[in-house]
């Protein structure tokens, strides 16, 4: 089965410039996931989909991130105006069933967004 | 949500001996998730053992749960230069799943 796509797969710009990432998951997942990954941590959980609808964004950076995914397939996750501290990788992760027994992610290759 | 705890952050072993990663947590669980991440790229499921189970095997991997302690480990047997990568355990139950810093493994060839 095709894996979960995710591009670009490195991405630089400036501060205060605008970039946006875009995963298409597993083809049936309902549940997609988008994790932050600073350099030398954990992915950290940024937002979570359950097809269309967010299950959880408390722990993105509303003022300056957004995410939504049409349809429930495809996702898009945005970052407006970026910081020196967004430089991260971009994990997207989708899986197949419900929150309340969370089963194994698939993750894509992640983005790589240097901010200089 | 219920993020694990890895032990060691590192580790450094010479090839085809055993490596043994710990993972700590702190409240019920369904299930526990071992990941592995190479340096670049996303996380990839290795194994699931679930609440009622004590031991499970794949491969060269063997994970043990202990409820009681809440916490599991990750042996590898055999290591290979292959293996060298990060590794990150998920406790799951109606959580979002969660990750620490993971356990750094490097096998010299």
């Known amino acids: 089965e095709a894996g979960v796509a995710q591009s670009p797969r490195y991405k630089i710009i400036e501060k205060r410039q605008s970039v946006a990432f875009w995963c298409n998951p597993i083809?049936?997942?309902?549940?997609l996931y988008w994790y932050q990954q600073i350099l030398g941590q954990g992915p950290k959980l940024l937002i979570q989909?359950?097809?269309?609808?967010?299950?959880?964004d408390s722990q993105l950076p509303k003022d300056r991130f957004s995410a939504e995914r049409l349809k429930g397939v495809d996702s898009t996750l945005k970052i407006q105006p970026a910081k020196l501290e967004d430089s991260a990788v971009y994990l997207c992760?989708?899986?197949?069933?419900?929150?309340?027994?969370?089963?194994?992610?698939?993750f894509g290759s992640g983005t790589q967004l240097s901010v200089l | 949500s219920q993020q694990g705890e890895e032990d060691p952050q590192a580790l450094s072993i010479q090839e085809g001996e055993n490596a043994t990663m710990n993972c700590s947590y702190k409240?019920?669980?369904?299930?526990l998730q071992w990941y592995r991440q190479n340096s670049g790229r996303g996380l990839v499921h290795l194994i699931l053992?679930?609440?009622?189970?004590r031991e499970k095997h794949s491969g060269r991997l063997r994970v043990t749960l202990d409820t009681s302690k809440k916490s599991s480990s990750l042996l590898i047997t055999a290591s290979r230069a292959a293996d060298t990568a990060s590794y990150f355990c998920?406790?799951?139950?109606?959580?979002?799943?969660?990750f620490g810093r993971g356990t750094s493994l490097i096998v010299h060839p």
């Open positions: 998920a406790p799951g139950g109606s959580y979002i799943p969660t």
């Open positions: 992760a989708s899986s197949g069933v419900d929150r309340g027994d969370n089963e194994k992610l698939f």
């Open positions: 989909f359950q097809n269309n609808g967010v299950v959880d």
């Open positions: 053992i679930r609440s009622n189970e």
């Open positions: 409240t019920s669980i369904n299930n």
């Open positions: 083809s049936g997942h309902a549940t």
